[in-house]
Every structure is written in C-alpha cells, then in structure tokens.
C-alpha cells in the first residue's frame, strides 16, 4: 500500500482483556518499528524488527507486551491482561535502508484500557 | 543515552509572525536527525532528515537547520494551517534505526 497501515484505529478494552494490534508497513520497507505515545509526549520505542528478526525489543515495558512479524511483512503488538497505563496510542513505522533511513509512521492504534 | 530537548513547549503566533523552534540533542553518534509534524489524532508526518552540521533544508513555509547539538526549525510568514505539534527525533549510529523523540513543541497559528 501506500503508507503504512494499523487496525483496529479505535479499542477500548477492559481490565485483565488481551488485545491485539496490526501494522501493515510500506511494501518493500524491511524495518519495522512499534512506538508507544502518551498523551502530550513525544513517542517512545518499543521494538523494532528487520524482515521477520526482531532485533531489538529494549523499549517493551512489560513481559505483557508481544510482539512479532512472521513473515517479514505484517506484524502484530499483542498486550496480555491489559491494565490501565496501557491506555496509549501506539504507532507502526517501517523504513528501508535506501530512503536515507527515514522512518514512516501509520496514524496509530488508540488503545484506552477501562 | 540518547536525548533530545525541545523548546519551547506550546508557541502561540498570529499569522505572518515568523519564529523558530529549537531542538537540543546529545547522541553517541548522529546517524540523521528528525522533523516530524503531528496533527491531533495523526500519526507523526516526516518533513525533514538532516544528516551533518551545517546542513539546511527547506520546505514551503520551514527551514530546518543543524548544528553539532541542536536543530531549529524555522517558520517563515506562518498560517494556521501550520498549526500542529511538531517533533524532533534522532538517529544515532548505535541502537539500529531506532528514533529517540523530544516531547514536541504545539504551534497554534492564530489568524
């Protein structure tokens, strides 16, 4: 596709529920990052994947936190018994070495936790 | 550790008022610095990458400059149009391709 795609754009998910979340990256983007944004800051790293190796996964706060990409392509954030601070968005980005390592972000997966 | 500083928080201009924006960074090693534009409910928009100090460039109405510890995106002659959170991320050599954010400065351009 075009850009970089999320879905569900909307969840809101009860206490102790597990959730999912899907990014569909830029066709032919091998990196793949996940981000966590707070209301009123900056995002914050989660994980990051190059095709299906996931390579650095410093930034998940919690053994709760998920995440993989199979295949190189789609990934999937999954957060088991979600708790309350988990209410963030949270944003896909892929980029490819060749366009000067510049990284493009989906429009977010907003997750609120009740 | 990486770390980026942005100033000020919030900027409220009138239309036409030029400003900029400042981005303080330390990193071990700058692979590129980011500008991103943020609209609520948006996912953050790539403007500029800078790689070197010294390096500028424009865009419309912003210009993005580069020095070895800080970045400013200038705002000439602004609509409200312009208004949005506009973010700083590096890039440094270590840590893969990972971007580290500032926590943003919010423009509001008042007509």
């Known amino acids: 596709g075009a850009g970089v795609s999320q879905s569900p754009r909307y969840k809101v998910a009860k206490r102790g529920q597990d959730v999912a979340l899907r990014c569909d990256p830029i066709?032919?983007?091998?990196?793949l990052f996940w981000y966590q944004q707070a209301l009123g800051q900056g995002p914050e790293f989660l994980t990051y994947?190059?095709?299906?190796?996931?390579?650095?996964k410093s930034g998940l706060p919690s053994d709760r936190f998920f995440a993989e990409r199979p295949e190189g392509s789609v990934s999937t954030l999954k957060i088991q018994r979600t708790q309350q601070e988990d209410s963030a968005v949270y944003l896909c980005?892929?980029?490819?070495?060749?366009?000067?390592?510049?990284?493009?972000f989906g429009e977010g997966s907003w997750l609120t936790v009740v | 550790e990486d770390q980026v500083t942005q100033s000020p928080e919030a900027l409220r201009l009138q239309e036409g008022e030029s400003s900029s924006l400042n981005c303080s960074y330390t990193?071990?090693?700058?692979?590129?610095l980011f500008w991103y534009r943020q609209d609520p409910g948006k996912g953050p928009e790539f403007l500029f990458t800078?790689?070197?100090a010294g390096e500028e460039k424009e865009k419309e109405r912003l210009k993005a400059t580069l020095t070895k510890k800080e970045s400013f995106l200038h705002i000439t002659a602004p609509k409200p149009e312009d208004s949005a959170t506009y973010l700083c991320?590096?890039?440094?050599?270590?840590?893969?391709?990972?971007?580290?954010f500032g926590t943003g400065t919010r423009l509001l351009v008042s007509p």
């Open positions: 980005a892929s980029g490819s070495p060749g366009q000067g390592n510049t990284i493009y």
């Open positions: 066709s032919g983007h091998v990196s």
């Open positions: 994947f190059q095709n299906e190796a996931q390579l650095d």
């Open positions: 990193v071990s090693g700058l692979r590129g």
């Open positions: 800078l790689y070197s």
């Open positions: 991320a590096v890039q440094g050599v270590t840590g893969f391709q990972k971007l580290v």
